[in-house]
């Protein structure tokens, strides 16, 4: 009886491909639909790069056949996904999970944790997902590597309680793919004594490409704990997305702050997840987020000041993007 029970109950467990409405044909389908009718970025992306997405349909519907197993129809899926060129787009399934990985492997790193090393020295602080020292030229260096964790507001004073000696904030964002945007704005808010607009952002109502809410606007508003009151600069590269995306935004809009490094990955917009027939899951942007000026920010925000980590640089163990904004920082011009 035992036995039994738990080979039903594995049965129960498996995906079933032999049902109605679950051939290849419909799992294309139902993803195309999906994207067709929810994701936020189709009208934009023609206009940028010609993206026709009944084209796209056309030509990846050729691809399925009836008998294509699961890997298959899995590989043709994710290809159709890199067309909208966003690494914000993923589909998820026993096999793996896709991801448009040219969104930033076709671009200088940028950024080298041996050496960040020897910036951090032995005996920074780690606290709250935040990483910290304070530099031998006296300016303060923290390293953001996720939103996804929460950030504890007890650990940000602490932390900006200890960097009030400093000349200069840098914030390192450089590697961080997301998370949070409440924990991107707790954040932003140690950064602005005032109520700031930021950007604007818009929510999909139907099925139409442009089917879109009014504009609603986004606001910074500053934090009741400890705020930082000198220069700060922001560390940003291609692998900069998702939440940080719009963390830069946010901070760009401070007069204090300058942004630094390479242009951040895009990805911005809520997330929204979807499910087809399979049990396949898709995951994409739904809600396309402006900064103030209107200007999309799904393909990236420039720098303040461009900076690549230099060969000569790297070879001798040091980070020309910091360096570059220790630079600014230290000087009063700035």
Known sequence: ????????????????????????EDNFEALWKIIDEQYCFLD???QEYGLDWDEVHTRYA???????????????????????????????????????????????RNFSDSIQSNYLKKDYVN?????????????????????????????????????????????????????????AQKLAA?????KVLVGYIC????????????PQAVYIEPSDGIRWQKKAVVLTNRRSYSATNDFVNAMKQFPLVT?????????????????????????????????????????GIDPDVKADMAAEDFQKGADTIIETACRLLQNPAG
């Open 62 to 108: 050729r691809r399925i056949t009836a008998s294509m197993g699961s890997e298959a129809l899995f590989e043709v899926l994710s290809e159709m996904l890199d067309e909208l060129r966003d690494g914000h787009v993923n589909l998820s399934s026993s096999i793996g999970t896709s991801q448009y990985r040219a969104w930033f492997d076709s671009y200088p």
């Open 203 to 214: 929510h999909k109502t139907g099925p139409g490409h442009s089917d879109f809410s009014d």
């Open 1 to 24: 009886m035992l036995l039994l029970f738990f080979f039903g109950a594995t049965l129960s467990s498996c995906i079933r491909e032999d049902i109605a409405g679950n051939s290849p």
């Open 259 to 299: 942004v630094v490094g390479d242009k951040t990955g895009g990805g911005s917009g809520l997330p929204f997840s979807s499910e087809l027939p399979n049990g396949w899951s898709v995951r994409f942007s739904a809600s396309p987020m402006f900064d103030p000026e209107m200007n999309q920010i799904e393909f």
């Open 127 to 183: 606290s709250s997902g935040l990483t910290w020292q304070i530099l031998e030229n006296n300016i303060g260096y923290v390293y953001c590597e996720s939103f996804s964790d929460g950030i504890g507001d007890g650990n940000l004073d602490q932390m900006l309680y200890k960097m009030s000696v400093c000349d200069g904030l840098i914030v390192d964002v450089r590697n961080n793919g997301g998370g949070a945007l409440t924990t």
């Open 44 to 46: 934009y992306k023609n």
């Open 190 to 194: 140690r950064f602005t004594n005032e």
